[in-house]
């Protein structure tokens, strides 16, 4: 079993930064792709950005290029996202998931995804 949270979420103006985290344990976090994604009432959820195990290979959302940053610290057991340049329409819950299968592919589609977390709210006022 693996259990993910997450934190950092909160309010910021348009034009600002936050920094997301997410805490791994319960299996070992070096053998995880990990993924964030967001949802809103109005919108699915939607792929954000992963990172490979290694953090070798990165993708982002076209959404979110050249504004955030996803990284890994494979001995803190842990998963970032760094927020720049933010849009209200960047408002969501964001989620961190791990895809635990051993693969070496970094999967846009939540269905590769199998744990998760309970989310963080972050609001971007205009």
């Known amino acids: 079993q693996v259990q993910l949270v997450e934190s950092g979420g909160g309010l910021v103006q348009a034009g600002g930064s936050l920094r997301l985290s997410c805490t791994a344990s319960?299996?070992?976090?070096?053998?995880?792709?990990m993924g964030w994604f967001r949802q809103t009432p109005e919108k699915e959820r939607e792929f954000v950005a992963g990172?490979?195990?290694?953090?070798?290979?990165?993708l982002y959302a076209d959404s979110v290029k050249g504004r955030f940053t996803i990284s890994r610290d494979n001995v803190k057991s842990m998963v970032y996202l760094q927020m720049g340049s933010l849009k209200p329409e960047d408002t969501a819950v964001y989620y961190c998931?791990?895809?635990?299968?051993?693969?070496?592919?970094?999967?846009?589609?939540?269905?590769?995804?199998?744990?998760w977390g309970q989310g963080t709210q972050v609001t971007v006022s205009s």
């Open positions: 998931a791990a895809d635990a299968s051993r693969t070496i592919a970094v999967s846009r589609a939540q269905l590769a995804y199998q744990y």
């Open positions: 990172i490979s195990r290694n953090g070798g290979n990165i």
């Open positions: 319960g299996r070992t976090f070096s053998t995880f792709v």
